[in-house]
C-alpha cells in the first residue's frame, strides 16, 4: 500500500520511527511536513499538539481526503485524548499511545473492534476505544524515515531529536510524557542508537539533541546510571562532535557531577533545566518533586563544570498568586540565566492541569482574568502580562546585554497575546469534551 506519514510543519522522531515502521512493514511510504496527500492510498497524520485540532485548514483535509475514498489515521501525542481528535477532525481511526505495534497492523486489516491501541467513531454518537496495545519495544526496531531535508531542519538548534530512552520518572501536572510513555524508563540500545545517528548524518543531519523528557534518565533503573549516560555522550560526540550535541532538557535532581563533566565535555555545553516556578508553593502543586533550593544548588554545579544554563518558566498556572509570580522574578534575577524560555500555562487534555483547569472559575483564571497591574493600558489578561513581563525580566538579567528596542516590545507583546488566545483555545476544547468532569 502507498501511504503517507505527515507531521505538520517539523519532521518529528515520531513521524519518523511511524515511517521506518511501515516502510519495514512492506509497505511504500512519504514523509511529508505539508497536509498534502499525493497519491498515497491512506494518509498517517502524526499530531504533537492540541491546537492542531482546533486548525481549520487540518479539518478541510481530513475530510477532503476522506471524500476521495482514502482512510485518515491520526496519532501522535493528541491520540492520549481520541475523543476530542474524532469529535474534532474526524478521521476513520485514532492510534491511541505508541503507534509502532498497531499502525501496520490497521493499515493491513483495517479498523476492527478487536484491533487493540484504536479509537473509531462507531455511528454519529458512539466512540468506541479498544483495549490498550502493547507497549511497542525499543530494542530491535527499524530505522526511521529519514527526509533528505533533515539537515535544513532546526529545531532549537538542532536537525532533529533523537529518541535515547522513553518515559520519565517525574510526575508533573502538566506534561504528558509520563503519562504517554509511562513512569518506567525503557532505554535503547547504545549500538542501535549508534546505528542510527549514522543514518541521520548520512542524509545530512549535522546536530542531534537527545530527547525522552530528561536526559540523564538513559540506562535509569531505579537510580540515575552515571556509567550510562556517559558513555551515551561520549557515543553522540564520536559520531557528530562534540559541537553537534546537545542533552537539553535535564531535572535538576537528575544530575551528578560526572554527568555535568560528561555534558561539557561531549556536547555543546549548555544545560536546559524546567525549573516552572521560583515558588515553592507552585512547585509542590505542580508535582515538580522539586525545590527551589535544589534549583539553586543545580546551576552553582552546573556552572561549576562551566556550563551555561538555561531555564524553562511557566506563568499563569491556575493558583500562582501575584507572590508566586515575584519569586519566579527572584530567582531568575539571582541566577542570570543564560537563555530563559517562558510559557503560559497550558491545560493538555486529561493531565492533573487540565483537572484543576476545569475546576477554576475563569475569573479566578489568569488566563482569563484582567490584568489591572503597570500594563493595564494594553489590555492584557493577567497572564497574558506576566509572561510580556517576565520575557523582558530575563533579557534585563542575562549576561549579555540585551536591549528592549520598539521591535523586541511589539513583538513580546504579540507572543504574549498568542500565547494567551492558544490556551483559551484550549481551555474550551477541554470544557467542551471533559467539562462534564468539573467538580
Ligand atoms: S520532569 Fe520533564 S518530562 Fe518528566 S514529567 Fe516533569 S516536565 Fe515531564
Same mark, same amino acid.
Given at each position: 500500500m502507498k501511504t503517507v506519514v505527515i507531521s505538520p510543519g517539523i519532521a518529528t522522531y515520531g513521524a519518523m520511527l511511524i515511517g521506518g515502521v511501515v516502510r519495514e512493514a512492506g509497505h511504500e511510504v512519504a514523509l511529508s511536513t505539508a497536509l498534502a496527500a499525493g497519491d498515497a492510498d491512506a494518509v498517517l497524520l502524526s499530531l504533537y499538539s492540541s491546537q492542531h485540532l482546533m486548525d481549520p485548514e487540518m479539518k478541510t483535509f481530513v475530510a477532503g481526503v476522506r471524500q476521495s475514498g482514502r482512510p485518515v489515521y491520526i496519532g501522535g501525542p493528541v491520540s492520549a485524548y481520541p475523543e476530542y481528535v474524532l469529535? %474534532?477532525?474526524a478521521p476513520d481511526a485514532v492510534v491511541v499511545g505508541e503507534g509502532e505495534v498497531t499502525v501496520p497492523r490497521l493499515l493491513d486489516g483495517g479498523i476492527h473492534p478487536d484491533l487493540?491501541?484504536?479509537?473509531y467513531a462507531d455511528g454519529e454518537k458512539t466512540v468506541v476505544v479498544t483495549p490498550p496495545a502493547p507497549k511497542a519495544p525499543v530494542e530491535r526496531r527499524p530505522l526511521p524515515l529519514i527526509p533528505d531535508t533533515i539537515g535544513q531542519q532546526s529545531i532549537r538548534g538542532a536537525n532533529a531529536y533523537i529518541e535515547t530512552h522513553r518515559g520519565c520518572t517525574g510526575a508533573c501536572t502538566f506534561c504528558q510524557v509520563p503519562r504517554f510513555f509511562g513512569r518506567e524508563i525503557r532505554s535503547r540500545d547504545l549500538d542501535e542508537i549508534r546505528e542510527e545517528v #549514522?543514518? &541521520?548524518r548520512e542524509k545530512g543531519a549535522k546536530r542531534l539533541s537527545v530527547s525522552g523528557g530528561t536526559g540523564s534518565l538513559y540506562g535509569y533503573d531505579g537510580a540515575i546510571d552515571d556509567d550510562a549516560v556517559i558513555a551515551l555522550l561520549e557515543m553522540l560526540a564520536e559520531e557528530l562532535g562534540p559541537r553537534n550535541v546537545s542533552a537539553p532538557d535535564i531535572r535538576v535532581?537528575?544530575?551528578?557531577? %560526572?554527568?555535568? %563533566?560528561?555534558i561539557r565535555k561531549y556536547t555543546i555545553g549548555w544545560l536546559f533545566f524546567g525549573f516552572e516556578s521560583g515558588s515553592d508553593r507552585i512547585l509542590r502543586q505542580m508535582g515538580k518533586g522539586v525545590t527551589v533550593a535544589q534549583m539553586h544548588d543545580a546551576v552553582e554545579r552546573s556552572r561549576q563544570h562551566g556550563l551555561k544554563?538555561?531555564?524553562? &518558566?511557566?506563568v499563569g498556572y491556575p493558583t500562582e498568586t501575584a507572590e508566586d509570580y515575584e519569586a519566579t522574578k527572584e530567582f531568575i534575577a539571582a541566577e542570570m540565566l543564560d537563555d530563559v524560555f517562558i510559557s503560559v500555562a497550558e491545560p493538555i487534555p486529561r493531565t492533573p492541569l487540565a483537572d484543576l483547569v476545569l475546576r477554576t472559575p475563569h475569573q479566578e483564571n489568569p488566563v482569563f482574568a484582567p490584568h489591572e497591574g503597570e500594563y493595564r493600558s494594553l489590555h492584557l489578561t493577567e497572564a497574558e502580562a506576566r509572561w510580556f513581563d517576565l520575557s523582558q525580566h530575563a533579557d534585563m538579567y542575562k549576561p549579555l546585554l540585551h536591549v528592549v528596542t520598539d521591535e523586541v516590545f511589539s513583538l513580546y507583546l504579540a507572543e504574549a497575546r498568542k500565547q494567551g488566545e492558544d490556551? #483559551? #483555545?484550549?481551555?474550551?476544547?477541554?470544557e467542551k469534551y471533559d467539562g462534564g468532569r468539573r467538580e
Open positions: 469529535g %474534532e477532525l487493540p491501541g484504536i479509537a #549514522r543514518a &541521520f535532581d537528575a544530575i551528578t557531577d %560526572e554527568i555535568l %563533566e560528561a544554563v538555561a531555564g524553562c &518558566f511557566i490556551v #483559551r #483555545r484550549v481551555t474550551a476544547l477541554i
